[in-house]
């Protein structure tokens, strides 16, 4: 059995690690608190899918660089759950995949939405960590 609590902190580290630098540049981690933040309220309100597609349809700078780490931890979130047949991260790939596979498997699916859940919940503590630390800096 998997310790899921343990698989999200990891998962939401990797996501806050992963966004400390874009292109030699730090990143503001009040940016991605906010698109974390914002994320999680669209998972939380309207589920597994539309989250994917909030991620996938993030067009400035900055939040399509956060979104594009966030996404690709949380679809490897898949395997661990051992959800197998993710042909891929685009969107072309992993939103039919997500309806398809995910979304019609009703343990698959609600298992899904309170891993992401807590693993967008542990991000969001982090960016907010990261941010006070940023300030004492």
């Known amino acids: 059995m998997k310790n899921l609590d343990a698989l999200a902190a990891r998962t939401a580290h990797g996501i806050i690690d992963d ?3 874009m292109n030699g540049e730090k ?3 009040g ?3 906010n698109l974390i933040t914002k994320a999680l309220g669209v998972l939380q309100e309207n589920g597994v899918y539309a989250a ?3 991620f996938y349809s993030r067009t400035e700078k900055n939040d399509k660089f956060i979104a594009e ?3 690709e931890k949380l679809l490897f979130l898949l395997s661990e759950l051992e959800i197998t047949g993710l042909p891929g991260t685009q969107a072309s790939e992993a939103l039919p995949f997500l309806s398809d596979s995910v979304c019609d498997d009703l343990d698959s699916l609600l298992l899904l939405k309170q891993l992401w859940e807590q693993t967008l919940i542990y991000a969001r503590y982090g960016a907010k960590a990261r941010s006070a630390e940023e300030g004492r800096s």
């Open 52 to 54: 994917m597609l909030y």
């Open 69 to 71: 780490k966030a996404r």
């Open 31 to 33: 940016k991605v608190d």
């Open 19 to 21: 966004t400390k630098v």
């Open 27 to 29: 990143l503001d981690a």
